[in-house]
């Protein structure tokens, strides 16, 4: 049976402490998502519903393989999002390599609002040493980076927060049965340095700009605790 | 005329000196001749007719487009290189009367005596490629006067030497010209002669260019008229000279950036172009540039824009002098940092888009914009990396939902559907089956017929959702009856989230 967990923004007395706060991370650093298939842009619309409210521009860093792949974050569709023209800047580069190298430019500039980078595969270039400088320089800086992994497999890394996310057949359509409504996602915080893993079956509600979690395994401890629905806002 | 025979030359259009060639300008009523060359002049062609009227004087008459712009440039370009003879020179007039003024006051002496200074100025233009008429008078007006109507290479005698030339040498105004004309004036003695009070009276309210009173007196030096040079553009250049050659020039790169940096700061400008040049010990000049987003003038910045691409500099065996040089510079005043602390974020962006942009090139790095339209890859827009985005005319168009990731180019798919014009039952895509379970569609966006090719199809977007929760945007292009083309095909155009 499906429970509703709630995960609010101010921390609710009775809400479980260990789960911490799912979403944005207190502490700017690195996040690693891993998408699903070439088809699937629930771990884009996850990255962009944390990052799109928050104000300043975005640096968007995509290899080679991941656009012809996947595609290209297109500005009518972000803009319902919350990020609007001129606050993305789209850079598009050949190799692996380059991306890390331009995520870290990128991460020593404060005004950005954050960093995301897309890489197809497992490039030898993105290690274990890789990830840990790009967490070390976003803690430094401030500026959350958001690494997209494309058909990936969970290496070694030092991301601090790694999600693996698809998508789930959308909510009821209010108007049309036959239609998809608001986006459903299978989140799966799987590794994490402070917060405590589990799955979550999200529902992105885009006129409030809010992500709905409910939790996909039973939880017990919880059962006797039926508070409202519980939310947590993207931005 | 002859900037554009040499420009013709370099280009290695050589043209027959007995062509007749015109140069054209758009009068009120059709092109008219703006300037000729000597057979076009000698078959008849005058200056000022239409193009049409002289074709049919001489009908192998050739014509071009003139540059009047760029003439007028090239004359304050020439100007600055006549400062070899005076350090007052200025570029006079434009059009038909474009010259040059020199002030030789007190350096005449130093190119042998003045008929000899006119002799060197012809000898040096001519090797250019130019003719001139050349006059040397006390007076502005009188030399002006004196290189259009006077003897070849005039040299000012007298005032006997002025009232014999025709009133059109005092620089009036065609209408004024007329009006002496009629009243019977027509050398500029004639109206020396005239009673002055009479013409102060007759002329009174005229301007300077319609004055002929004040124009005499201009000519006579009655009237002041002294040249104001323009100052020429500075030049933003850091240079190091070197005792030993030198195979790589990244230890003197901070000294010149600073050094540059502070030129910049005294002329209150930013470098948006940089050249980095070496000069190697055999005489061969090697050069790479960097661009910035921004003016700028920050010697750590200007400096990391070449960091990583000193390789590219060929060094030879060697060079001893190295300069850097802002061939682009934007005025930047100085700014007031923030007394909280913390960084201008516009300034920290830019350099930012300066450090991509120098390393992974400015193809690379794009600012997204929206555009009015409702094709979906021509609603997107590319916009300079920094700076406000500029502002749309129309208002945006109220879109339906769109995707957050599109392909380009849309992807073919296999589709099998229950109704022609229905939303797929299953499509085939990257040779995987996707069975659609729900739809929202179709939303019919027609081809723009102001842009598109004709015979181009209208397209049905459907957003489909799979068994497996994703969801796509698809589209059909075409119908089945619409004549343009046989079957309807289908297309993967994005993936919403």
């Given amino acids: 049976m499906t429970r509703i967990v709630a995960f609010p923004k101010t921390g609710r007395p009775d809400a479980p402490q260990a789960a911490g706060r799912v979403g944005l991370p207190a502490a700017a650093s690195l996040t690693e998502v891993f998408a699903g298939a070439a088809g699937d842009a629930a771990a884009a619309g996850f990255v962009l519903a944390q990052l799109g409210r928050a104000g300043g521009p975005v640096l968007w860093i995509q290899d080679q393989l991941s656009r012809r792949e996947t595609g290209q974050p297109y500005l009518p569709g972000l803009r319902a999002q919350g990020l609007g023209a001129g606050r993305l800047l789209l850079l598009t580069l050949t190799r692996p390599a380059d991306v890390l190298v331009a995520a870290e430019e990128g991460l020593g500039c404060a005004a950005l609002a954050g960093v995301v980078a897309e890489i197809w595969g497992d490039p030898s270039a993105l290690c274990f040493t890789a990830t840990k400088r790009l967490a070390l320089r976003a803690e430094a800086q401030g500026v959350p980076c958001w690494l997209i992994r494309h058909g990936a497999t969970a290496d070694l890394s030092a991301a601090r927060d790694r999600w693996r996310i698809r998508s789930l057949p959308a909510a009821r359509h209010p108007d049309d049965p036959r239609a998809p409504g608001d986006p459903c996602w299978g989140l799966e915080l799987f590794r994490s340095r402070d917060k405590v893993p589990g799955r979550w079956q999200a529902r992105h509600d885009r006129a409030a700009d809010r992500i709905d979690l409910a939790a996909t395994v039973p939880d017990g401890t919880l059962a006797a605790d039926t508070g409202p629905a519980g939310q947590c806002h993207a931005g | ?497």
């Fill in chain 2, 1 to 497: 005329m002859e900037r554009w025979q040499r420009i013709q030359d370099q280009q290695g259009n050589v043209t027959p000196d007995d062509l007749p060639l015109a140069l054209t300008r758009e009068g009120p009523h059709g092109p008219v001749v703006h300037a000729l060359n000597r057979a076009a002049r000698l078959a008849g062609v005058t200056q000022g007719a239409r193009v049409v009227d002289m074709r049919a004087l001489c009908p192998g008459l050739q014509v071009d487009y003139a540059d009047p712009a760029g003439d007028q440039a090239a004359l304050g370009r020439m100007a600055l290189w006549a400062r070899r003879w005076c350090p007052w020179t200025v570029a006079d007039g434009g059009g038909d009367t474009a010259g040059l003024v020199l002030d030789t006051t007190g350096s005449d002496h130093l190119w042998g005596g003045e008929a000899a200074m006119l002799a060197g100025i012809e000898a040096e233009l001519s090797t250019l490629g130019y003719t001139a008429r050349l006059a040397l008078a006390p007076t502005w007006g009188a030399a002006w006067a004196l290189a259009r109507f006077g003897p070849v290479r005039a040299i000012w005698r007298g005032a006997a030497d002025l009232a014999v030339l025709p009133v059109a040498g005092l620089r009036l105004g065609a209408e004024t010209l007329l009006l002496l004309q009629r009243l019977g004036l027509k050398t500029v003695g004639d109206l020396a002669a005239v009673p002055r009070l009479g013409l102060a009276r007759r002329f009174a309210r005229a301007a300077l260019a319609d004055n002929p009173l004040l124009r005499l007196d201009q000519m006579t030096g009655h009237l002041a008229e002294p040249l104001a040079p323009p100052d020429a553009p500075p030049v933003f250049r850091a240079t190091v000279r070197l005792a030993e050659p030198i195979l790589d020039p990244t230890h003197h790169l901070p000294a010149l950036c600073a050094d540059l940096g502070a030129r910049l700061a005294a002329g209150n400008q930013g470098a948006r172009k940089l050249w980095l040049t070496v000069y190697r010990t055999d005489g061969e000049v090697s050069r790479i540039s960097a661009a910035t987003a921004a003016a700028s003038r920050d010697a750590a910045h200007l400096a990391f824009l070449f960091r990583d691409r000193l390789q590219a500099i060929k060094p030879g065996f060697g060079f001893d002098l190295i300069t850097l040089e802002a061939p682009v510079v934007e005025p930047l005043a100085l700014t007031q940092t923030r007394l909280g602390g913390g960084q201008d974020s516009t300034l920290a962006l830019s350099q930012l888009v300066d450090r991509l942009t120098t390393r992974f090139g400015a193809a690379a790095l794009s600012r997204p914009g929206l555009r009015a339209s409702h094709v979906p890859e021509r609603a997107e827009r590319q916009a300079p990396p920094v700076g406000p985005a500029p502002p749309l005319l129309p208002p945006l168009p109220d879109h339906g939902e769109r995707p957050l990731r599109l392909l380009a180019p849309p992807e073919e798919i296999r589709v099998l559907y229950a109704v022609p014009e229905g939303p797929p039952a299953q499509f085939v895509w990257r040779r995987q089956t996707h069975r659609t379970t729900r739809y929202q569609g179709p939303e019919r966006i027609a081809p723009e017929w102001w842009q598109d090719r004709p015979g181009t199809r209208l397209r049905d977007y459907f957003k489909v959702e799979d068994e497996a929760g994703c969801r796509y945007w698809l589209y059909r292009e075409g119908l089945h009856d619409d004549g343009r083309g046989g079957d309807p095909r289908w297309f993967v155009h994005g993936m919403f989230a």
